[in-house]
């Protein structure tokens, strides 16, 4: 027999597929592993230049840090979580462009950040105008969405917030017997806020608080506004102002009885020194800053000794304010991991409802967190921690 017909034919139109087989096979392109297996990306919005670049090389550590441990857990539903990095330069502008790069061009999940407390309305601005799901790291705003705020959908805190740091403070000051409280606010820049939450809280925890004093930074010292206090009968002090003010109200407090309880601005080298004694200085702070003291009953002890560990250090060589900035993107991280995992599906959307309806709570170095409809900040006011240096060594005010 000729073998002729072995040759190829020359084809004059194209090939025709049969359709069920055009449609298995674009189903099966659709189900390859490598799909699912993709990494997930989650946006960092961090200070890698300008003035707040030391707290950001330490938020990028510790957010490195945190990533690798989850991945080596499983990751999220087989998937390895990735951080992309974009430096905001401490700057307004800056952030909403990293902001829209890393959540349109790059489709990240989340947004974490930032490092500068004044970017913090900025980027809940952006959050809830684009439905990004974002954890704020700094800021002290209440995130409750109950309250008339319906712009408060998309965003959550790693930190703590006004509401929590109040109830914790006003907690641990009547425990110590301390009853009466002098606001001591810098002139125009929220001090009538923070004035109204405190005496809403006071009445509703029988605590006495006096008519605010304020200051201005232009001023040497603010002995009068504390002396008047004294006179009033007030046992402390509650200073809100700037972090360049430490040593103003320091050098105003020397010598007198009268304890200054300092806001988180104001948790600087200066104010947790040796100074913290003469001064008698309260802080409200979270389970990170107290790192290996932290009391072995305190039930985010595991995480923060985890974190210390993993961190190599502690606060005897970070920063306060660079240790706090850390703990935050840690949390930030574990919180979206957690989220994710209990998600029904790997979307925007069910990472937000996922956050909202936590059945467990977060434990992490910051605090107890559990969001819900109510609040998305969450945490529990009794896992922050209300102390005074004594003999060199921070504890818990008596």
């Known amino acids: 027999m000729p073998l002729c017909f072995l040759r190829p034919i020359p084809l004059k139109r194209p090939l025709k597929i049969p359709l069920i087989l055009l449609v298995l096979g674009l189903l099966l392109s659709f189900s390859r592993p490598f799909c699912c297996a993709s990494p997930l990306p989650v946006g960092l919005l961090i200070d890698l230049s300008g003035p707040g670049s030391e707290r950001g090389r330490a938020a990028l550590r510790a957010a490195r840090q945190a990533v690798s441990l989850i991945n080596q857990q499983g990751g999220i539903k087989g998937r390895r979580l990735e951080i992309l990095v974009g430096d905001t330069q401490g700057q307004k502008q800056r952030l909403l462009l990293t ?210 560990t993993l961190m190599e250090t502690n606060a005897s060589n970070l920063s306060p304010q660079c240790l706090l900035t850390a703990g935050a993107y840690w949390d930030g991280l574990f919180m979206v991991s957690m989220a994710l995992k209990k998600a029904e599906f790997i979307t925007r959307k069910s990472l937000r409802d996922s956050l909202e309806a936590l059945k467990e709570p977060f434990y992490g170095v910051m605090g107890v967190f559990q969001p819900d409809k109510r609040n998305h900040s969450g945490l529990r006011p009794n896992s922050l921690l209300v102390i005074r240096k004594s003999h060199g060594i921070w504890g818990p005010i008596h």
């Open 99 to 308: 902001a829209q790069e890393l959540s349109k061009k790059h489709h990240v999940i989340a947004l974490i950040g930032p490092v500068a407390p004044g970017l913090s309305q900025t980027l809940h601005a952006y959050a809830e105008t684009y439905q990004v799901p974002t954890i704020l790291t700094e800021g002290m705003s209440p995130l409750f969405p109950i309250r008339g705020h319906r712009s408060i959908n998309w965003t959550f805190a790693s930190n703590p917030r006004l509401d929590s740091w109040l109830k914790a403070l006003l907690s641990g000051l009547k425990q110590a017997g301390i009853t009466s409280i002098g606001p001591l606010f810098q002139e125009g820049k929220g001090g009538e806020t923070v004035a109204l939450w405190l005496r809403a809280y006071s009445i509703e925890m029988g605590m006495r608080v006096l008519a605010p004093q304020t200051f201005s930074i232009q001023e040497a010292d603010c002995k009068a506004q504390l002396e008047w206090f004294e006179s009033q009968g007030a046992e402390a002090s509650l200073v809100w102002g700037p972090s360049n003010w430490a040593q103003v109200i320091l050098r105003s407090a020397m010598g007198k009885e009268i304890s200054l309880v300092l806001c988180p601005y104001l948790i600087t080298p200066l104010t947790t020194s040796t100074l913290a004694e003469k001064a008698r200085i309260i802080l409200v702070v979270p389970p990170v800053f107290m790192g290996e003291e932290l009391p072995p009953s305190h039930p985010c002890i595991r995480p923060v000794i985890r974190f210390t």
